[in-house]
């Protein structure tokens, strides 16, 4: 059902970097980009992640209750990615772990601030 997700930044070659190291782990690459967004995905028919300078003008702000959540394989790689989100820069915003029966969840803020997490079904 999703097609893509976008996050706003303040900073658009900081969010880049951060980005492509982070989705160099899963196999997600650029698929799209211009001067004011970047898009990422593990393939065409794949949904997508955006980062974007916003078109309105005003600054990027974190959205309050809004996350965004990433699906991978196995815990291993929730753990591993985000251990790298917290290399990158990221702050940690709940350590990987079991979150109620059959989810396995990390959670962190990227460099703007906004919400993400990594997890797998068990």
Known sequence: MIGYVMVGTNDLPRAVAF???LFKEIGAARFMETE???AWA?????AGFCAT???DGNAATVGNGVMVALAV???AQV???HRRALELG???EGDPGPRGEGFYAGYFRDLDG???NFFCMT
């Not at 593990?42 to 794949?46: G, M, T």
């Open 114 to 116: 906004n919400k993400l």
């Open 73 to 75: 394989k196995e815990t």
């Open 53 to 55: 300078v916003p078109a």
């Open 36 to 38: 004011r967004f970047v």
């Open 42 to 46: 593990s393939s065409p028919n794949q």
């Open 90 to 92: 990221a702050s940690n």
């Open 19 to 21: 980005y492509d190291a």
């Open 79 to 81: 753990d591993a990615l």
